[in-house]
Nanobody, 127 residues
Framework: QVQLVESGGGLVQPGNSLRLSCAVSGRTFRSLTMAWFRQAPGKEREFVGGRSGSGSLTSYANSVKGRFTISRDSAGNMAFLQMNNLKPEDTAVYYC????????????????????WGRGTQVTVSS
């Protein structure tokens, strides 16, 4: 059983940076496709970015491309979402998701492709 736990959320001013972490147990991220999604109040959950276990496949939403980057540690137990130049519209609960399948880049944005989800961490961007 794969378990995911997010951390690192908080209140940050516009233009600043924040790094979210996702700890995995049960498997390592080397064997998982993982992704970040987010959900703002009153809105549907949306895809932020995804990464294959090897790192050879990545995908990012247009709204975060060039500002957000997904990575993992060398041991494969932690995944990160580095968020730079944050904007108020980035305010949301951020969720880590993972699956044992190799998901093509074009399908990483489909939340139904992921079997494992964390409980989320709140990010608020406000001055």
């Amino acid at each position: 059983q794969v378990q995911l736990v997010e951390s690192g959320g908080g209140l940050v001013q516009p233009g600043n940076s924040l790094r979210l972490s996702c700890a995995v147990s049960g498997r390592t991220f080397r064997s998982l496709t993982m992704a970040w999604f987010r959900q703002a109040p009153g809105k549907e959950r949306e895809f932020v970015g995804g990464r294959s276990g090897s790192g050879s496949l990545t995908s990012y939403a247009n709204s975060v491309k060039g500002r957000f980057t997904i990575s993992r540690d060398s041991a494969g137990n932690m995944a990160f979402l580095q968020m730079n130049n944050l904007k108020p519209e980035d305010t949301a609960v951020y969720y880590c998701a993972a699956d044992t399948a190799v998901i093509p880049s074009a399908e990483m944005s489909i939340d139904g492709r992921y079997h494992y989800w964390g409980r989320g961490t709140q990010v608020t961007v406000s001055s």
